[in-house]
């Protein structure tokens, strides 16, 4: 890639930075949420969820579709982050079969950060899960929670999975993209803050 005056070069294609956002980072204009079937009387199913006490909530936290939120603007996202519930995630192509790598919002897992890539959805409890299970209503979950039709197997199907999540928000990386780089940068102040602060009570301590 070659950087002329204000224009990108790409092997044959001369684009202004505005075509290469878009390319780049997807086009929210031209996002429509895909069709989700919701058929509640297969996706509740109290019985069986309480009877595995939660087998999936104890993997991840559910994944949000970008319906789930009514304002996908920096400050409309950020709102919804700073409640303190939502963490942005990375799902890697490769291991969904998709051709690149997208952030995506999931529910927060236990003790993590905002910005938290995890290569395995497999071993972290989602922070909303209680001994009597999900915090929030049904109404509320994500599309991830709620689109999963119970079994008693507990090896649940969904109508909506992690990969049906990135390429919706494969419209969005620029917001995303523009979250993290905040909150990664906010969370490390945050953590060098903190260890600045540790030094010297253990400092006035030792006095
Ligand atoms: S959806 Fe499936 S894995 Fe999740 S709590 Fe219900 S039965 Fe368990
Ligand atoms: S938000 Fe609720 S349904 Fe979704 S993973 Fe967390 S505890 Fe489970």
Partial sequence: MLIYNTYIVLG??????EEFSLLFYG????????????????????E???????VCCKMCGCHFSPDDFTDLSF??????????????????????????????????NKDRNV???????????????TETGCLLPYEERPSGGRLL???????????????????????????????SAHYREFESTHQIENQLVKKLTKRKLQK
């Fill in 12 to 17: 044959d294609f001369m684009l202004s930075e």
């Fill in 27 to 46: 086009d929210p204009s031209k996002y429509k949420p895909f069709s989700k079937e919701e058929d509640t009387s297969l996706t509740i199913n109290n």
């Fill in 48 to 54: 069986v969820c309480a009877s595995c006490k939660g």
């Fill in 75 to 108: 400050n409309g996202l950020k709102n919804e982050l700073d409640l303190g519930h939502i963490s942005i995630d990375v799902v890697f192509g490769e291991q969904f079969y998709l051709d690149r790598n997208n952030l995506i919002l999931r529910m927060r």
């Fill in 115 to 129: 910005y938290d890539p995890i290569t395995s959805r497999r071993d972290t409890e989602c922070s909303l899960l």
């Fill in 149 to 179: 039709v119970p079994n008693l197997t507990h090896n649940c199907r969904t109508n909506y999975g992690i990969s049906d999540c990135s390429k919706e928000w494969g419209y969005f990386q620029k917001v995303l993209t523009e979250l």
